[in-house]
């Protein structure tokens, strides 16, 4: 259900909503979020087996626009960013919310990670930010945003998430440092840091730029 806000900060704002797999998604959380805030969402799933998932909650987001998006197949990001351009002109901002890691490379240490199991974790899970952030540069004219997800590992070494250390360190200083002095100033990027190791489960925070301290607390207290 999307939750109830006294005011519609994000009235007129659209964005892309980048994997939500199911109701327990953390996309599924931040589009929730956005939605209640006001703003217009373009929504993907993985693949046919995906939708039958993502198409219900996307009725609920109202989405006008839902289509498929695996980024290991040639062509579907730039698709989607065609049908967004064509539909909209202009985009306000993109959640990023996926990542894979090969099961072999899962497990083990890090110096036994194998070449093709780390290219392909370090592909899906942080290139496909910075090629997401490419395609939607010229649709933030105006400015824009761009959110991903970090993890504990980016800043701790945890067993449990071995090969995860790299890639979300990566991500954390793309996100913090790159994108953001890449030459351009058309967006902002930011890392949504998630820590269920000592804190339990995670909530979806929002961290809307550019909006003053003040409106950033007042949309927090609003989601939650």
């Not at 240490?109 to 910075?130: E, K, N, P, Q, Y």
Request: charged share 25%.
């Amino acid at each position: 259900m999307i939750p109830v806000v006294k005011a519609k900060l994000l009235e007129g704002k659209k964005g892309i909503i980048v994997g939500i797999a199911n109701e327990n998604s953390i996309a599924w959380g931040c589009a929730k979020a956005f939605r209640a805030l006001g703003s217009e969402l373009a929504v993907t799933y993985l693949n046919e087996k995906a939708k039958k998932y993502v198409e219900p909650l996307a009725r609920e987001l109202e989405a006008p626009i839902l289509m498929p998006l695996d980024v290991n197949e040639s062509g579907q990001m730039e698709a989607v960013f065609e049908r967004v351009a064509k539909e909209w002109s202009t985009i306000d901002f993109v959640v990023h919310s996926i990542a894979f890691s090969p099961k072999d490379a899962l497990q083990g240490r890090v110096a036994d990670v194998t070449r093709d199991g780390f290219l392909t974790t370090m592909d899906v899970s942080c290139w496909t930010f910075i090629r997401m952030a490419h395609l939607a540069e010229p649709l933030m004219s105006k400015g824009g945003s761009l959110f991903t997800m970090t993890y504990t590992a980016a800043r701790w070494s945890l067993r449990t998430t071995i090969s995860w250390a790299s890639p979300k360190q990566h991500l954390k200083a793309w996100s913090d440092t790159s994108l953001p002095n890449s030459g351009r100033r058309a967006f902002v990027s930011m890392p949504f840091h998630l820590d269920r190791s000592r804190h339990g489960p995670h909530r979806e925070f929002l961290s809307l730029t550019p909006c003053s301290i003040r409106q950033k607390r007042k949309l927090l207290l609003e989601v939650s």
